[in-house]
T-cell receptor
Framework: GESVGLHLPTLSVQEGDNSIINCAYSNSASDYFIWYKQESGKGPQFIIDIRSNMDKRQGQRVTVLLNKTVKHLSLQIAATQPGDSAVYFCAENSGYSSASKIIFGSGTRLSIRP | NAGVTQTPKFQVLKTGQSMTLQCAQDMNHNSMYWYRQDPGMGLRLIYYSASEGTTDKGEVPNGYNVSRLNKREFSLRLESAAPSQTSVYFC?????????????FGPGTRLLVL
């Protein structure tokens, strides 16, 4: 079946360093991918998205890379800050025409070392 | 502009009791969703509503019912709560078009079934 998974369940990064969170997906027909950030006790918050016709997209301090050949997605966070501590989910849109039906991975917890 | 709101924030039920979780959005979105999130896991789709007047099952619909009351509101009902339904419930909404398919989430309802 379709699945979205993450390579690492936890990631510890020194403050100020760059963070890279990886994600694998299995549905080659997916054409839209999203990264969400979830802080403790809150709902998921949209960070950045990318469509399958792109390889890279940049936001403020974040970059998403998409490698369709190996079905791999990554989120890069530049100059990681304490406020970046959260669980990060990648998600893919399974392509239902009637609604945005997103499949979520299990998440990677990012912790920041001072 | 409050985005997606959910009530209540917390609820404790005894096995067999019923309750309704409320969700409302003020972004004029067509589609709305209910997810559950269990500890250390990603979000799993319970039900969704692609547009007012329609509802469809997601990945884990058993034990739940939904009502799309109007364009703004989408409620989730547990008719006879079970301990297995202890979870955090998130409501989300998105636009109809593929250009507006990002889902935006509410703050969640934490439910404990004893």
């Amino acid at each position: 079946g379709e699945s979205v998974g993450l390579h690492l369940p936890t990631l510890s990064v020194q403050e100020g360093d760059n963070s890279i969170i990886n994600c694998a997906y299995s549905n080659s027909a997916s054409d839209y991918f999203i990264w969400y950030k979830q802080e403790s006790g809150k709902g998921p918050q949209f960070i950045i998205d990318i469509r399958s016709n792109m390889d890279k997209r940049q936001g403020q301090r974040v970059t998403v890379l998409l490698n369709k050949t190996v079905k791999h997605l990554s989120l890069q966070i530049a100059a990681t800050q304490p406020g970046d501590s959260a669980v990060y989910f990648c998600a893919e849109n399974s392509g239902y025409s009637s609604a945005s039906k997103i499949i979520f991975g299990s998440g990677t917890r990012l912790s920041i070392r001072p | 502009n409050a985005g997606v709101t959910q009530t209540p924030k917390f609820q404790v039920l005894k096995t067999g009791q019923s309750m309704t979780l409320q969700c409302a959005q003020d972004m004029n979105h067509n589609s709305m969703y209910w997810y559950r999130q269990d500890p250390g896991m990603g979000l799993r789709l319970i039900y969704y509503s692609a547009s007012e007047g329609t509802t469809d099952k997601g990945e884990v619909p058993n034990g739940y019912n939904v009502s799309r009351l109007n364009k703004r509101e989408f409620s989730l009902r547990l008719e006879s709560a079970a301990p297995s339904q202890t979870s955090v419930y998130f409501c989300a909404s998105s636009g109809r078009d593929r250009a507006d398919e990002t889902q935006y989430f509410g703050p969640g309802t934490r439910l404990l079934v004893l």
